[in-house]
């Protein structure tokens, strides 16, 4: 692994555990040549998925994109960021336990909204917000008003 700080290719593991939902392996790195200490995650990936955007175009699927997206919608909520983590491991074994291997953009944001509504209702309607386009407030209201009918 390369020191994310000098750029030297060998650093010695110091420390390996699993995260607390044992889907990572959590190593904590030392590097030689600059005395740095850092941490690495090892998680199991079972295949390659391609995100299939609206327009057609096709990308790798990126775990951190998600990650930060929903970080970005839970901001200021009370969620901490190991549920946040956990989160995001639970959505992305449901989206390879589809078995697909090119996965449309619009499944990969409904999952995300519907975990995103048993996690937090003030996240859910923020990333719905982006999600959906939201243009005017009527959009916030008739989503809003949805959203209390389903939960009354």
Do not use: W
Not at 17 to 31: G, H, L, V
Not at 70 to 84: F, G, N, Q, S, T
Not at 115 to 143: N, P, Q
């Amino acid at each position: 692994m390369r020191c994310p700080f000098c750029g030297t290719e060998d650093t010695q593991v110091k420390d390996s555990r699993p995260t607390e939902d044992n889907a990572a392996i959590r190593r904590r790195r030392f590097c030689g040549n600059c005395g740095a200490r850092f941490t690495t995650f090892e998680r199991v990936q079972l295949r390659e998925m391609i995100v299939v955007k609206s327009n057609g175009d096709k990308e790798v699927f990126d775990r951190d994109k998600m990650l930060r997206s929903m970080k970005v919608a839970l901001r200021k909520r009370p969620v901490d960021d190991e549920r946040i983590e956990q989160t995001v491991n639970s959505v992305v074994r449901q989206l390879e336990s589809l078995g697909e291997t090119e996965i449309p953009a619009a499944k990969i944001g409904e999952q995300v909204m519907e975990t995103l509504r048993t996690l937090d209702h003030v996240a859910y309607v923020r990333y719905a917000s982006v999600y959906k386009d939201f243009r005017s407030t009527g959009d916030f209201e008739e989503f809003v008003d949805t959203l209390k009918k389903e939960t009354a």
